[in-house]
């Protein structure tokens, strides 16, 4: 059995910092296969963080919201609890939503929050690499 972690609000579930979410039929294929198991997560509810919250962006290591609210510690708890299931389920895949400051993967939204994308990572896109997890990115 394959074990995949993947962004919750990929799969449907209502979690975004919109309250909404952004599911992708794309995944109903990965679904209904029998050698795949996907291990839904929401980083920023695992890390705390209410649904809906205030939209947040990295400033460099940090994580702010659009009202100045420095959000990292929540936003790098729930990246530790994305790597705890890695390990538990033994992942060596995620698919993450894009663009998140959480789960971005190659460009992410730069911090000023006029929707400019720049290179990098989200806090748990970050972690996940670090740790040798393929990710793959759904924008």
């Known amino acids: 059995m394959n074990y995949i972690l993947v962004s919750a609000c990929l799969l449907g579930q209502a979690c975004r910092y919109d309250g909404k979410c952004k599911r992708y039929e794309d995944m109903d294929a990965l679904m209904e296969r029998d050698d795949i198991t996907l291990i839904p997560i929401c980083p920023e509810q695992a890390g705390g963080l209410s649904t809906p919250r205030n939209p ?5 290591d940090n994580v702010m919201t659009n009202k100045g609210d420095d959000v990292t510690a929540q936003y790098r708890k729930g990246a530790e609890e994305a790597l705890r299931l890695c390990r538990l389920y033994h992942c060596k895949t995620a698919i993450l939503k894009g663009k998140s400051p959480s789960c971005g993967y190659g460009a992410i939204y730069d911090g000023t929050f006029t929707r400019t994308l720049v290179k990098g990572n989200g806090v748990t896109a970050e972690l ?6 393929g990710i793959i990115s759904m924008d």
């Open 128 to 133: 996940l690499e670090k740790e040798g997890i």
């Open 56 to 60: 947040a962006e990295r400033v460099g």
